[in-house]
C-alpha cells in the first residue's frame, strides 16, 4: 500500500513539473513595443541629437496598412542610452532595436569620435548583422 502510494505521490508530481514548464513565461506583447527602423546622431553644444525612425504597432486596427504607424521623434541627450530610455518612458513602450538598418551620422560628429555612440547598438547580434554606418553632408 505505502509503495503505491508513493508511486501515485511521484506521478503527480511529475505531472505538476510537466505542467509548469510548458507556458510561456517570457512573451512580450508586441503592442507594447517600438521598433528602430533607423537612427541618426547629431553633435549639439551640451550632448548630441538623436533621431530615432520608429515603427508603432497599433492596435484595434483591422487593415494590415493602418496597423503600423510611423514616427521621427528626437532627443537630446549625453549618450544613445540615456535617449532610449527617455523615449521609452514617453512613449510607454519597449524599443526594439531588431529591425535597426541603418545609423546615419551627421557631419559635424563625423569629425569627432563618435564610435562609443555606435557601440551601443553594436553589441546587439541582430544590429551588427543587418546594420550599416552612413555620414551625410549637413545633420542627421
Given at each position: 500500500?505505502?509503495?503505491?502510494?508513493?508511486?501515485?505521490?511521484?506521478?503527480?508530481?511529475?505531472?505538476?513539473?510537466?505542467?509548469?514548464?510548458?507556458?510561456?513565461?517570457?512573451?512580450?506583447?508586441?503592442?507594447g513595443r517600438a521598433f528602430v527602423l533607423g537612427f541618426g546622431a547629431d553633435s549639439e553644444n551640451d550632448g548630441y541629437r538623436f533621431t530615432f525612425q520608429l515603427a508603432i504597432p497599433v492596435s484595434g486596427e483591422s487593415e494590415s496598412s493602418g496597423s503600423i504607424?510611423?514616427?521621427?521623434?528626437?532627443?537630446?541627450?549625453?549618450?544613445?542610452?540615456?535617449?532610449?530610455?527617455?523615449?521609452?518612458?514617453?512613449?510607454?513602450?519597449?524599443?526594439?532595436?531588431?529591425?535597426?538598418?541603418?545609423?546615419?551620422?551627421?557631419?559635424?560628429?563625423?569629425?569627432?569620435?563618435?564610435?562609443?555612440?555606435?557601440?551601443?547598438?553594436?553589441?546587439?547580434?541582430?544590429?551588427?548583422?543587418?546594420?550599416?554606418?552612413?555620414?551625410?553632408?549637413?545633420?542627421?
Open positions: 500500500m505505502l509503495r503505491k502510494f508513493k508511486c501515485l505521490l511521484l506521478l503527480a508530481v511529475c505531472v505538476c513539473s510537466a505542467l509548469l514548464l510548458t507556458g510561456c513565461w517570457d512573451d512580450a506583447e508586441i503592442n504607424s510611423y514616427a521621427d521623434l528626437t532627443v537630446n541627450e549625453i549618450t544613445p542610452a540615456a535617449a532610449v530610455r527617455r523615449l521609452e518612458k514617453n512613449l510607454g513602450r519597449e524599443i526594439n532595436f531588431e529591425q535597426l538598418s541603418l545609423i546615419v551620422i551627421g557631419e559635424s560628429l563625423s569629425r569627432e569620435s563618435f564610435v562609443g555612440l555606435t557601440d551601443y547598438f553594436f553589441r546587439r547580434a541582430s544590429v551588427r548583422r543587418q546594420s550599416c554606418i552612413a555620414v551625410c553632408e549637413g545633420s542627421a
